[in-house]
């Protein structure tokens, strides 16, 4: 070859990499549209889908015949214990469920032509309470549910089951905003959006997602009910993104957004476990490995984390300081598990979080019947196998087996 022609071949080369390197909005898309289908297809998804089915269908006159069944054995495993402490009530916990399983796969043709926003709430319906907010239909209840459960999915220290992103992705998708809708309601959502897409590993459409929030955030007359509020999810904007680029490789951006969120947080005059954090993230990152040692030790010592978080706390900051280098990644990883975990801690465990997003009243009526929702529906993820379901439960008794540990 000439040095003529290899001339002319560069730009060629040049042009067609270009050409082939897909942007970000394109990458985006595509993990929308493989979510969606990935929804459309889900085994985990639809056991779930059809519990709610049948149980805001359960005094309707139009409800399908096959979900009588479903809603029979529901009612048998609301009168569970929470927690399982003998082998008889492990035996019985057992049997309940695999009978659930069994008549929610012989109902599933009843998911073909029938759609739950058919039929009134799950709250009003389902567990016969009026939330005290106003409006309430399906949009809100959807937008509460997946809230609820994200909460649910992050509190359990990342131990997360087979669909669990699918089922908050699900409800998100329903809770289409209302122009009735406060901003501060619809950013809400929109955040919560970009948490899940980065908690499924959507990470181009959690970046879109959380970058449309923070801009919109920035705009002072978008109509916000409260500074504090709008100052609130600004941080947790910076901070969801600053995970989501971390996983992009983007690091100076990550940095960025963890002193947006300290600065929020500095302005709302507040100091926790996240600010610990991402004190130590940042001067990690800026080679102030003495002062990211000393923020991760005094998060070590919160009463708000767990035994085994407080022991990795004390590793992180005795490595730094024998090694002189950065955050180990593992607890870079787990930050999203430790954090949520420790704020809720903070907050008052899980009871307080739900009062803040139902009204003190209805969480406690609510708190109950959630959790059992959310049992249930781990049981059946647990449950529902690769295989046919019907072969499956068959072949467990008939071998003698147990569908659950």
Not at 210 to 231: I, M, P, Q, Y
């Amino acid at each position: 070859m000439t040095r003529t022609h290899l001339c002319l071949l560069i730009p060629i080369l040049v042009l067609t990499d270009c050409s082939c390197r897909k942007t970000d909005a394109q990458r985006a898309r595509e993990e929308r549209e493989a979510m969606d289908k990935k929804l459309r297809s889900s085994l985990t998804l639809f056991p779930y889908r059809l519990v709610k089915l049948s149980m805001r269908s359960r005094n309707s006159p139009n409800r399908p015949k096959a979900l009588d069944a479903v809603s029979q054995v529901l009612d048998q495993s609301r009168a569970l214990p929470q927690t399982v402490t003998t082998p008889t009530e492990a035996a019985k916990m057992a049997a309940v469920y695999g009978e659930l399983l069994l008549a929610v796969v012989a109902a599933r043709e009843s998911m073909k032509d029938r759609d739950e926003d058919e039929f009134p709430t799950l709250l009003t319906e389902g567990f016969g309470v009026m939330p005290s907010f106003d409006p309430y239909g399906n949009s809100e209840e959807h937008l509460m549910l997946a809230a609820i459960f994200f909460v649910f999915d992050e509190a359990d220290q990342g131990n997360r089951l087979p669909g669990e992103s699918e089922i908050v992705f699900y409800e998100l998708s329903r809770a289409t905003p209302r122009p009735s809708w406060p901003v501060d309601v619809n950013q809400f959502a929109r955040l919560l959006r970009g948490g899940t897409f980065h908690a499924a590993g959507s990470l181009y459409a959690a970046e879109e997602e959380l970058t449309t929030s923070v801009a919109l955030l920035d705009d002072s007359d978008a109509g916000w009910s409260g500074n504090d509020w709008r100052e609130h999810l600004r941080g947790a904007a910076h901070f969801i993104r600053a995970l989501n680029r971390q996983k992009l490789g983007r690091d100076e951006g990550v940095t960025e957004d963890l002193e947006a969120m300290l600065a929020s947080l500095q302005r709302l005059g507040v100091e926790n476990e996240l600010t610990w954090w991402g004190q130590a993230m940042v001067s990690s990152r800026r080679g102030r490995f003495g002062e990211a040692a000393e923020a991760i030790e005094r998060l070590a010592v919160s009463s708000n984390l767990e035994a085994a978080s407080q022991a990795s706390m004390r590793d992180a900051a005795k490595s730094m300081r024998d090694t002189g280098s950065g955050v180990p990644v593992l607890l870079q990883a787990r930050a999203s598990a430790i954090l949520v975990q420790a704020l809720i801690a903070r907050a008052g465990g899980l009871e307080k979080v739900l009062a803040m997003v139902l009204g003190d009243e209805k969480a406690n009526q609510l708190t109950s019947p959630l959790v059992w929702l959310d049992r249930t529906r781990q049981h059946l993820v647990l449950a529902t196998p690769d295989l046919n379901p019907i072969d499956f439960v068959k072949a467990k008794w008939r071998d003698g087996g147990h569908l659950w540990p």
